[in-house]
């Protein structure tokens, strides 16, 4: 028993420095065969003395038993992110602002890692847990996948407690190497390297993680200071001392913006050489004695930014123009082409918004045209290669029938419509809106369950939700629907008859009444059968209402349909009362006002944002023409600035506290 712990130390601490060897120093000193029998070895060991197997064990990198679900964990130092900013100007801008606060400032420049942030927490130089970023405040515990990643140390070369931030994603490599399995066990393709990372790491069985291949480059310590530790570039050789991969190779120090724009262009140049996916560059302040002098807002750090790459453009050809309708039978034309991949995913569609957007362009079908996602996000028809245009091509014609039920459709404004509240489609759109995330909320809804409930009859008005147990037995004899998965959306069902107010009036798809409208107006009633009995006048002169969404409020109260289907709600228990706070209307300093908050404030922002909003007044993010005041703090940059050009009236902490008392 002496010699097999003794030989398990032994070969453990062989194999994690070839590991430490080959993924950080790219310096390996033994071949792949002779990893392989040394890793064999040990394996056979601990099969042979399973008392003796150790937490950091390499072979605990196959992955485990399954797991139920995944734990919430509290980050003990919040994971923010920071703000986005997207060319050369707001570079320059940046740069500036922070020489207000700092004097000859000098920045560590790293490539953005297009994954997901994990922390990863050891004790002693042993990893004890890993977590996902999740909203920055509460995570989800994902050690068990995380053991599996083989770019993750499980013992570090030194025995010290440590949490350590990085990006957990998948090599184009590897990624590649997934999609072709996926192809041959006739499963859908993964869209890009990100989307594969974070459901790989996400997967209850941490086998199935194990064979995607993932990868962890580690970039920030929480606590440097803790470790003698004096700016963000020591951090990283730290980390790659301890055993990490680091993008020490790829990043970079800059003293001025023209340094930062020159780093900028050429890695955006190498991009797609790089064996992973990036999309941008994360700028930080590199001393931290400055970072602290700079500090946070009250929710992204004020010492660092991501510079966003601009978006990607590629040309494809347009194959059809295909129309679809909306919950509130609006038309809306998609370009349909040949799946090509933009900024990191592939894409086969695009939307063309309304007619007019097409004639605009003129598009065509056969036209070769340029896609790319705007803001890196929403794929986007850029515009037509009217050089590349074929002799035969014929212009775009507006179809005049709804494509589902063949109602002749009626124009509005820019916009084409079916006039048929009984559309098909009108109603699938309409039930997968109410029960969307900013409405009614009721998870694990998604279109094809909506899709498949309304086929079976089992779903065809909003109400119909809350009848939804009824039909139990016959749901679950569905193909992919268990037990378990019914029983999860029942609750959520049964959960969301507890929702406050605002949510139901989003929910009911009243047109033009968007997420922000709905809240006002939960906010001013305070009940449904207020708003429903409200008139024009009262409506058209509540703030942020007026008169285009006070008549659309009016004809849809007017609407016997729709009150029988409120009054249906209410005798299934659907909560139709505001939860929230009231608001104040007495303070007319506050009321109906518009405020910026911008600067260093003796309390976080949302404290004022939450005071002044429950006085009726509204908060935003940029100063306009129509800002009424303009709440200054120390160091406030550049929308202090712009309020002084605009004349708008500034106001300190103190002449703040006075305006509330008023």
């Given at each position: 028993?002496?010699?097999?712990?003794?030989?398990i130390d032994e070969l453990i601490s062989i194999i994690n420095k070839s590991s430490y060897e080959y993924y950080v120093l790219d310096n390996p000193t033994i071949t792949d065969q002779e990893y392989d029998d040394l890793?064999?070895?040990?394996?056979?060991?601990?099969?042979?003395?399973?008392?003796?197997?150790?937490?950091?064990?390499?072979?605990?990198?196959?992955?485990?038993?399954?797991?139920?679900?995944?734990?919430?964990?509290?980050?003990?130092?919040?994971?923010?992110?920071?703000?986005?900013?997207?060319?050369?100007?707001?570079?320059?801008?940046?740069?500036?602002?922070?020489?207000?606060?700092?004097?000859?400032?000098?920045?560590?420049?790293?490539?953005?890692?297009?994954?997901?942030?994990?922390?990863?927490?050891?004790?002693?130089?042993?990893?004890?847990?890993?977590?996902?970023?999740?909203?920055?405040?509460?995570?989800?515990?994902?050690?068990?996948?995380?053991?599996?990643?083989?770019?993750?140390?499980?013992?570090?070369?030194?025995?010290?407690?440590?949490?350590?931030?990085?990006?957990?994603?998948?090599?184009?490599?590897?990624?590649?190497?997934?999609?072709?399995?996926?192809?041959?066990?006739?499963?859908?393709?993964?869209?890009?390297?990100?989307?594969?990372?974070?459901?790989?790491?996400?997967?209850?069985?941490?086998?199935?993680?194990?064979?995607?291949?993932?990868?962890?480059?580690?970039?920030?310590?929480?606590?440097?200071?803790?470790?003698?530790?004096?700016?963000?570039?020591?951090?990283?050789?730290?980390?790659?001392?301890?055993?990490?991969?680091?993008?020490?190779?790829?990043?970079?120090?800059?003293?001025?913006?023209?340094?930062?724009?020159?780093?900028?262009?050429?890695?955006?140049?190498?991009?797609?050489?790089?064996?992973?996916?990036?999309?941008?560059?994360?700028?930080?302040?590199?001393?931290?004695?400055?970072?602290?002098?700079?500090?946070?807002?009250?929710?992204v750090p004020r010492w660092g930014i991501a510079y966003k790459f601009p978006a990607k453009e590629v040309l494809t050809t347009l194959k059809e123009i295909k129309y679809t309708v909306g919950r509130t039978g609006k038309?809306?034309?998609?370009?349909?082409?040949?799946?090509?991949?933009?900024?990191?995913?592939?894409?086969?569609?695009?939307?063309?918004?309304?007619?007019?957007?097409?004639?605009?362009?003129?598009?065509?079908?056969?036209?070769?045209?340029?896609?790319?996602?705007?803001?890196?996000?929403?794929?986007?028809?850029?515009?037509?290669?009217?050089?590349?245009?074929?002799?035969?091509?014929?212009?775009?014609?507006?179809?005049?029938?709804?494509?589902?039920?063949?109602?002749?459709?009626?124009?509005?404004?820019?916009?084409?419509?079916?006039?048929?509240?009984?559309?098909?489609?009108?109603?699938?759109?309409?039930?997968?809106?109410?029960?969307?995330?900013?409405?009614?909320?009721?998870?694990?809804?998604?279109?094809?369950?909506?899709?498949?409930?309304?086929?079976?009859?089992?779903?065809?008005?909003?109400?119909?939700?809350?009848?939804?147990?009824?039909?139990?037995?016959?749901?679950?004899?569905?193909?992919?629907?268990?037990?378990?998965?019914?029983?999860?959306?029942?609750?959520?069902?049964?959960?969301?008859?507890?929702?406050?107010?605002?949510?139901?009036?989003?929910?009911?798809?009243?047109?033009?009444?968007?997420?922000?409208?709905?809240?006002?107006?939960?906010?001013?009633?305070?009940?449904?059968?207020?708003?429903?009995?409200?008139?024009?006048?009262?409506?058209?002169?509540?703030?942020?209402?007026?008169?285009?969404?006070?008549?659309?409020?009016?004809?849809?109260?007017?609407?016997?349909?729709?009150?029988?289907?409120?009054?249906?709600?209410?005798?299934?228990?659907?909560?139709?009362?505001?939860?929230?706070?009231?608001?104040?209307?007495?303070?007319?300093?506050?009321?109906?006002?518009?405020?910026?908050?911008?600067?260093?404030?003796?309390?976080?922002?949302?404290?004022?944002?939450?005071?002044?909003?429950?006085?009726?007044?509204?908060?935003?993010?940029?100063?306009?023409?129509?800002?009424?005041?303009?709440?200054?703090?120390?160091?406030?940059?550049?929308?202090?600035?712009?309020?002084?050009?605009?004349?708008?009236?500034?106001?300190?902490?103190?002449?703040?506290?006075?305006?509330?008392?008023?």
């Amino acid at each position: 028993m002496e010699n097999a712990i003794k030989r398990i130390d032994e070969l453990i601490s062989i194999i994690n420095k070839s590991s430490y060897e080959y993924y950080v120093l790219d310096n390996p000193t033994i071949t792949d065969q002779e990893y392989d029998d040394l890793y064999n070895e040990l394996l056979l060991l601990e099969n042979k003395y399973p008392e003796l197997k150790r937490e950091d064990s390499p072979t605990n990198r196959v992955g485990g038993e399954a797991i139920d679900k995944f734990n919430k964990v509290v980050h003990k130092t919040p994971m923010l992110s920071f703000d986005d900013i997207f060319n050369e100007e707001e570079i320059m801008l940046f740069d500036e602002r922070i020489r207000k606060t700092v004097s000859n400032p000098s920045y560590t420049l790293e490539p953005k890692m297009d994954g997901l942030s994990g922390s990863l927490i050891y004790e002693k130089g042993v990893l004890v847990r890993a977590a996902t970023r999740g909203d920055g405040v509460t995570g989800e515990d994902i050690t068990i996948n995380v053991k599996t990643i083989k770019s993750v140390p499980l013992r570090l070369t030194k025995d010290i407690d440590i949490e350590v931030r990085g990006e957990i994603y998948m090599s184009k490599k590897s990624f590649d190497k997934a999609n072709k399995e996926r192809l041959m066990n006739n499963e859908k393709e993964f869209a890009n390297p990100r989307n594969a990372a974070a459901g790989s790491v996400r997967q209850l069985d941490s086998k199935i993680t194990a064979k995607r291949d993932l990868d962890f480059m580690a970039y920030f310590i929480p606590n440097p200071e803790d470790y003698n530790i004096s700016n963000q570039d020591e951090s990283i050789s730290f980390l790659r001392e301890l055993g990490f991969v680091t993008n020490i190779k790829l990043n970079g120090l800059a003293k001025s913006s023209k340094d930062i724009i020159n780093y900028v262009d050429n890695l955006e140049k190498e991009r797609d050489n790089l064996p992973f996916e990036i999309d941008g560059v994360v700028i930080k302040v590199n001393s931290l004695e400055d970072e602290k002098k700079l500090g946070f807002t009250s929710r992204v750090p004020r010492w660092g930014i991501a510079y966003k790459f601009p978006a990607k453009e590629v040309l494809t050809t347009l194959k059809e123009i295909k129309y679809t309708v909306g919950r509130t039978g609006k038309i809306t034309p998609n370009a349909i082409f040949n799946p090509v991949h933009v900024a990191g995913s592939l894409v086969g569609k695009a939307t063309l918004h309304n007619y007019d957007y097409i004639l605009d362009k003129d598009i065509r079908v056969n036209d070769t045209i340029s896609v790319r996602k705007a803001g890196d996000v929403i794929p986007e028809v850029v515009e037509v290669k009217l050089d590349r245009r074929k002799s035969d091509s014929e212009k775009t014609i507006m179809i005049e029938n709804c494509p589902i039920c063949n109602t002749k459709l009626i124009k509005k404004d820019a916009n084409h419509f079916c006039p048929n509240k009984d559309c098909p489609a009108r109603h699938t759109e309409g039930l997968t809106h109410f029960v969307s995330r900013d409405a009614m909320y009721i998870d694990g809804f998604g279109e094809r369950i909506i899709e498949d409930f309304y086929n079976e009859g089992f779903l065809r008005s909003v109400e119909d939700f809350y009848s939804l147990y009824k039909h139990k037995d016959e749901i679950m004899i569905l193909d992919g629907y268990g037990e378990k998965s019914v029983n999860n959306l029942l609750d959520a069902i049964t959960n969301s008859k507890k929702n406050s107010l605002e949510r139901l009036i989003f929910a009911l798809g009243i047109r033009y009444v968007g997420k922000k409208t709905a809240k006002i107006l939960a906010i001013y009633f305070g009940e449904m059968d207020k708003l429903m009995n409200a008139d024009y006048e009262t409506l058209k002169d509540i703030n942020d209402v007026g008169d285009i969404i006070a008549k659309s409020i009016v004809e849809y109260f007017n609407n016997e349909e729709n009150v029988k289907l409120i009054n249906k709600l209410k005798e299934l228990n659907v909560n139709m009362k505001y939860l929230g706070e009231k608001v104040d209307a007495s303070n007319e300093n506050i009321y109906g006002k518009t405020f910026v908050i911008t600067g260093t404030l003796s309390k976080s922002r949302d404290v004022y944002k939450e005071k002044l909003e429950s006085l009726g007044g509204k908060v935003t993010g940029s100063v306009t023409s129509k800002t009424d005041y303009v709440l200054v703090g120390e160091n406030p940059g550049s929308k202090y600035d712009k309020a002084i050009s605009l004349g708008i009236k500034i106001i300190d902490e103190k002449e703040y506290e006075n305006l509330i008392n008023l």
